[in-house]
Structures are given as C-alpha cells and as structure tokens.
C-alpha cells in the first residue's frame, strides 16, 4: 500500500516527511520515482525546473537499437537493444517504431562500415543489410553517393510523454512532486543526510524534507549537487546541440555509419525530423545553448548524408548536456562510456544518499530499477521491480506533446465549441484546459511556459508568435493570471522560445522572426 | 505574355507595402505616369497606426513626446539614418500631402500636432506613435483624461481579453470595466473574425443588435473601448450611428495582425490610386529588370512566368524586408532580390542576432539593408548609384530599425517622398 506524504508545521518551517527523496525531474528521477511507487515506497520528488528541463528533454528522442555502439561499447550496446524491445512493449503509446537504417556514403571509412553487421551479430541486434538502391527507394531523399545500409531497430520515443507517465503513475500513487524548487543544502548527521533544504525559486518559500533516502538523479547538475552533500563526482559536461525540422524528412531513424560525429543522425517524430547532434566539452552550465556556429556545423555535415536537409525549413534548436562520467583525460567525450554511474555515496561519508547520472534516455528505466534496487535494499523492502513488465499507463495529461498529434483528434473529433488556439500545431482550446487542469492536480501554477513544455504550443512555425498573445488572453478568461504576471510571463515565454530559433533564423525563419518581432516590439512595445 | 504591347510610363514602382503606396501617390500627384507592382506587401500587417519617431536611443529606450525633436536626436547619433536624407520639412510635407490623400478616400486620421501620443493595445499596453485612425482617436483622449470605461470584448475572437486589458492597464487607468458580449447573427460560431464583424456593422439592423448587447453593460461608463471592429468602409457613419445607439462614445483597441485598420489603410490606397489612374499589378512581382541604354528599364512582370513587360524611365524599389521579400537571407549572406544590390550587413550570421529576444540593443540584422546617397539612389560595391535612374524607399534601407525606434511608417513616407522628388528632379 502507498502511504501519502505528510506534510507538518515544525518550528515554523513546512517539514515533509518521506521514505525517498529524489532530486531530478528529467527521465531518470521520474523512472525512480515510478518504479519505487509501484514497490509501496513514497516519494518527494523536487525538480529545480519543470519535467524534463535537462538533458531529457534537449536529446532526439531516439530509443536506440544498439548499432550506434557496436564497435565502440558493445555493453551499452546490449543494455539498449534489451531496453529498446522491453520499452516497446510496456510503453508503445511513447513509442514510434519507425525503424532504423545505417547508411555511409563516398569517402567513409569502408573496413568500419564492412564490420557493422558482424558486431551487431555479436550483440545480438538484428539488422539487415540492404541494396543501396533498395535504401534510397525505402528514403528517397538519401544521397545518391551512399554505398552501403543496414536497417536496425531504432525508433523514436517521445522523452516528454514519457517523463509525465512516468511521474503521473508515482503521483497516482501517493508520490509527492515539487517543481520549481532547488535544493539549498543538506543537514548530515552521524555520516546520515537527516534533512534536505529546499526552496521554491519562484516564490523563494523555503521547506525542509526530511526522508530517509536521497537520490540525486539531477543529470548534469549530479556533480553539484553531491557538492552540497560532501561528496564528489567526476563528471564531464559535453554539450549536444540538435536542430528540428519544419517538417519530417524521413520515415525511419537515419544514422551515418561511421565513428560517431556530429550531424550523423535524422531522428523523426510525428512531423517533424531532429537533427543531431554535437559534443563539445563545456566548463560551467550555464553555457547550454545552440550556437550558430554549431547549426551550420551540422547542417554542412548531414547534407553528405541527406542532401536536402542544406534546403529545408528548419524551426529551431536546442541544446542539452550529456553528463558523461569518467576521467577527463578522454580525448574524445564520445569515447566515454554512454552506460551510467550508480554511485554509492557510503564512500565519501554520507550512507543514505545515492547519485545516478550518466547513461542515455533509451536505458532510463534500467537505470532508476538498479537505483530502486539499492534503495530498497537500504530500506529494507524487498518488493521486487515491476516495470520490465507493468505497461506504463496512458494517461491524457501527457497526450499534447507529440508532434502532429493534435490535428489528427482535431479532424477525427472535436467539440463544436472548441477552437484552435495555436494555429502552426493545432493545440485546442480543450488541451489547454486538460493541461491547465493537470498542472494544478500537480500543484503547480499553470503559465504559457509550463503549457508550451506540456503541448505543441509554441514549438511550430510561428514560434509563438501568435499562440503566445491567444494563450494568454485565454489565461484571463480562466482567471490564471495575477496582474503582476500578464506580460512578464508572455515576454519569459517569447525568450525561451527564441533561444531555440536565434540559430535557424535564415530563409523562412528569418521572415518569421522580423514578423515576431514587428508584432511583439514595434507594436506592443515588449521591449520597452 | 498576355499583352504582347509594351506599355512604357515614367516610373515603376516595385512593392505594395505603405513605402510603394506612398512612392505611387506622390508620383501621381506629380503627375508622373506610374505602374506600381507588388505582392500582398507588409501593409496587410499593419497595426494601422502612422509611427513618425518614437524611439532613440533604443538601448536607452528613450521615449521621444516630440517626434521632431526624436528625428533631430537621431540623426545626429546616426548621420546614416534615412531621415538624415532630406530636411525634416519635406517629412512634414509628406505626412500632410499623405493624410490629405487618406483623407479623400474615406480614412481620415488624427494627431496631436508634433507630439506622439499613446495607443491602448490588446495586451493592454501602450503604443506610441504619431497618427491615429479617427476609430480608435477617442482611446487616445481617454487615456489621458481616464474617465469611467467600459471594455468589450467578444465570444469566440481569439487573442482579445478585455479582462486582460484592464488588468494590465489597473494602475494606468484604473476605472475600467470589461463584459463579454456575442456578436450578433454570429453566437452560434465557436470563432469569430474582426474582419468579418467589421463588414457586419456597415449594416445598420446589425449596429442596433450589437448596441442592444453592449448597451445593458454600460453602467457608469463614459466611455466603450472595442476590438477593431468599427466598420471595413464606411467608419464614420458606423461610429456615429453606435455611440447614439449605445449612448457613450466608442474607440477601438487595435490587435494582433491581420487587423481591421491595416486592412483600411490598404484599401484606401488601392482605392485611391485607382481613381487617380495608376496601373497596378497586384499579386505580380518583377522577374527580370533589363537596362535598356541609359534611358528606360524592361520589367518581365508576372507571377511565375512573364505576364506583361513594362518599360519606365525609373524605379522606386520599395520591395521591403525580409516578410515583404525585397531582401532574402540564406545561411551565408543577406542579398537584396531584384537587382542584386550590395547589402550592409553583420560580418557573419552568429552577429545578426542577440541571444536574448528583448535585448534592449536589437538586432543587429534589422540595420541590414540598401546603403542609399541623398538622392535615395541605392549604391553599389564602390558607393556610386548603381543605376541613375534607381531609387529605393522604406524597409529595405539600412542603418534603422524602425521595429525598435518605432519609425516605419514615417520611413516610409519620407523616403518615398525623398525618392519621387529626387526622381523628378535627376530624370525630368
């Protein structure tokens, strides 16, 4: 049985009671906080941001056959082959199974494309090894210098959908979620973390959990959070940038067969395609942005693969950071090992608390099951983990953010009275009600941002343009505005969303963005 | 080619936007025979609102109340600004000669002589700018004096909140009211269109229904603000009609683009012209210029094939930005698309933009565009006019930012006023 969190008053600070606390909202902490839900165990989860801010919502969306690390990792190769064939039967509704093909063009190394499917053999990952004609007939708009492909397993996931199902069943089941807030500092006593700081960034209302496990599940951000703790983490910050397409270019994941580099890989999703991606070593976090220069890097080098791909619409870009743990000797952050860190911090002097980083969305759930393993272990329940075969449920909260999705229901269905609100994705009004609603069950406070990450809003041609000034009339109608927020919040929501076009504004972007800008500074007058 | 005839006129105007409608006016009113042709041109996206100058330094996002005396500061800070290129007179002239015209055709707008006044928007800010439709005037006077008001917003029209209004507006102009009304004939829609109201009320049984509606929430106001919906033609009798029907004077509060009054401002031109006898090739570009001796450019004009071709003597180039399509930018470079004009421009892309949006600097890319000498000639690579007879107007001039500096409209005029006079006087 779950037992829901208690909240009491002590000495004049809200105090939390829980058995687990995980700090992290991405893929990872939302797959730990489902996992140890569904064995009785409670949970607070605290999220600095909102779901998925990290890493596991700035990737492709790729859950990976494996052929990516045949001849470079074959243990992380076999760990997501078996993790790809589990996810696609327990979660399928997050799930496209597109497919996937290796090809390599004139000029790539020959011996590494001859050994491909040798090394796939001996991970046991199936592939296929095709005509090159055969290859361009199945995408047409493959090079006409390729010289050899294989067809793989990869498909594409959808990480957002997959985070909210994953925290909407730990909340379902007592779990507690706190977004919006950090971690201040830890209380430890007698080598024990007895209580954990936090503080809501936007109200800056201090609380205080106080839980007899903590588990940093924070990503990138492992090494500063253990910090806080006493202890230390290794870890290498490699930032990968990734462009989207205006609409979908190929059918199936398209991976160039060659040592990994940047721009080898087309991932689709819905209707669009995500390009990507590069690696470059970063020193501080905050420096996690696409640039320009990383946009025409990778366009100029997809373009030998894809040759349409120096034509087409692309609507923007983003950036997340693979936390790669190990020396920073490596000369090559790709060479790092892609499997992840479950590190026990008993070592350092601190028993109760735990780190997971590392690893790579498509071994998400392997990750938080060998977390929950130690866990439980510590806590001393012996509830074995259910998800290799409970079937992630499909709840409507997280049905909003596959590209595509909303104007098939659309023209299958809809109430006479609904109506469009963002034009480019067709988001209904009716969705932004559900999501308003799903925000406030979680105890959040519903703004155009926290719309946009839970919905298409925002993430199509216009870029907000139009459906950010349309949302936020809605808002009032609903009542969900405080005076203060009106334009801060629409002048927040343009900002982020800009960060995302500011490298793709060339052609058709470039329009939009002066269309944007005419709208929102000559004649609202955002900017003053 | 549907009409083998070559027809030959003294000036051809490239662009519909308000820089090739104003270019086309002041030709004609000079007596210049002119064809003007264009695509939809940026006016659909009008606000309808006539900025002159509002902004300077933008970083310093200084506010001018006098117009003037911003056009004065400018040019001085920025001597390559294209106001810099004719006295402010003829800027003045331009705005009158311009007014007048809009005037004639059924549009008249109003000023507070020489000094900006402020315009409530939708999202409940204010604009600042110059001249104002008469339909949304009584917004500006109101929002000085700030009497009881009533908002207005209605079922179904996207993007439009009077609560949301009010709300920002709360310490500006505190005694405001909102009321959510169905527009009549049309409650049984789950969207409603400014546009297709704005048509509704030039019939009088529709005003007296939609004052039926609006007149139960009136209360204490003194005063109703709506959206833009006063009327496609005709703005005067249905404004005057309203407020007897309602009782209180009315203004409109303009939006988010397409709006009603930048659809005004565009069929009053072309109304206008028409009746002053331009040739006007709407919905056609220019696919090929041929210089034909020192005299007369060929144009091929059409849409994807050569339609008609058309001989002038000299071209106003008012083909606008990036949305107008007078400049195009691929990942490389910035290039202007009929004659291949050199444009000023950042070194290289990762300079045309700031990172943030609302960088109170702007972006360096919108100072992109034609480098032009006194005579508004476009110059080529080695800073002579590229073609004698070649003049350019609006958007397309580098070294503004009339997003930020809140200037388009009068840029626009100015310089079409600066190209027309600059044409009579070098090719007449």
Redesign the interface.
Known sequence: MARTSGLRIYEGENVLNTQVLIIGGGATGTGIARDLALRGVQCVLAEYHDINAGASGANHGLLHSGGRYVSSDQGSAVECRQEAELLKKVAPHCIEDTGGLFVAVEGDDEKFVADFPHLCSQCDIPVQALGVKEARELEPVLSDKLIAAYKVADASIDPFKLSMENISQAQELGSTLLRFTKVVGFEKSDKKIRATRLQNIITGEESIVEAEQVINATGAWAGVVAGLAGASIDIIYSKGSLLVTHSRITERVVNRLHPSASADILVPGGTVSILGTTSIRIDNLDQV?P???EV?AM?GEAVKMIPALETVRFIRAYAGVRPLIGSRSASDDRSVSRSFALIDHSEDGVENFTSISGGKLTTYRLMAEKTADLVCRRLGVSRPCVTRTDPLPFTQPAKWTQPGLAPKLWLKHHE??????CECEMVPRSAVDAIIDSIREQNGQPNLMSIALRSRIGKGACQGT?CG??V???M??RGE?N?EQ??TN??EF??Q???GQ?PT???KQ??Q???????H???????? | MSDSQTIKFDVCIIGSGLAGMASTLFAANRGLSSVQVGLTG?II?S?GLLDLMG?HP?SE?H?WSDPWAGIDALVRDIPDHPYARLPKEDIHAAFEELLFFLKETGLSYYRRMNHNVGVL????????TYCVPHTIWKGVEALKKKPPGLLIDIR?L????A??IA??M?NEWPDLQTARISFPGMDHL??VYTEHMANALILSQKRERFAEAVRPHIEEAQIVGLPAILGLYRTHEVVSDLEKLIGAPVFEI?S??PSVPGLRLKEAFERGLRAKGIKYFSQKRVLKVRRKADDFFELDIGWSTTEQVVQSRGIILASG???GGGL????KRIKETIFDLPVYQPE???E??R????D?RG?P??RAGLEIEDTFRPLDRNGRPAFSRLFAAGSILAHQD???M?C?AGLAIATAFGAVKSFIRLCQ
């Open positions: 942005y640039t320009v220069e025409d366009v006479p009275e609904d109506i469009i609100l139009f000034v349309r936020s009339a809605y009032y109608d505005f005076p009106s334009l629409l002048r343009l900002g969303r800009w960060k500011h504004l060339w052609n470039l329009v963005a002066e269309l944007l800008e005419a709208l500074c000559g004649f609202f007058g955002l900017e003053l | 940026e996206l606000s902004v933008v996002k506010v928007t939708s999202l409940g800010t204010i604009k600042h179904g996207k993007g439009f909140n609560r949301q709300t920002a709360q789950s969207e303009p988010m683009p930005r990036f949305i195009h930018a691929d990942r290289n892309r990762t045309w933009h990172r943030e949006f609302l109170s972006h890319v919108n009339w997003k930020r809140k388009g």
